[in-house]
């Protein structure tokens, strides 16, 4: 599955909650498993916080103390 379809497929399960939903921006890219670049995640991140507008829902923006295990102040 390509990272489109992969964009497309997330969307379709966002749209699954309610308007008011807050969602975190957490990408893996400590994960050695994700092929993204950090120009393809902003990408990501732009599209799918105007998706989410779109439906008066937000995403906020990456924090690593919000989202890398072990760091505290999670």
């Given at each position: 599955m390509?990272?489109?379809?992969?964009?497309?497929?997330?969307?379709?399960?966002?749209?699954?909650?309610?308007?008011?939903?807050?969602?975190?921006?957490?990408p893996?890219?400590?994960?050695?498993?994700d092929a993204?670049?950090p120009?393809?995640?902003d990408?990501?991140?732009k599209?799918?916080?105007?998706?989410?507008?779109k439906?008066?829902?937000?995403?906020?923006?990456y924090?690593?103390?919000?989202?890398v295990?072990?760091?505290?102040?999670?």
């Amino acid at each position: 599955m390509c990272s489109s379809d992969l964009l497309e497929a997330l969307k379709r399960k966002l749209q699954q909650y309610p308007a008011g939903t807050a969602f975190r921006w957490c990408p893996q890219a400590w994960n050695p498993s994700d092929a993204f670049s950090p120009g393809q995640r902003d990408d990501m991140y732009k599209e799918l916080a105007g998706f989410l507008a779109k439906r008066s829902m937000n995403i906020e923006p990456y924090v690593e103390e919000k989202c890398v295990p072990g760091v505290p102040g999670k």
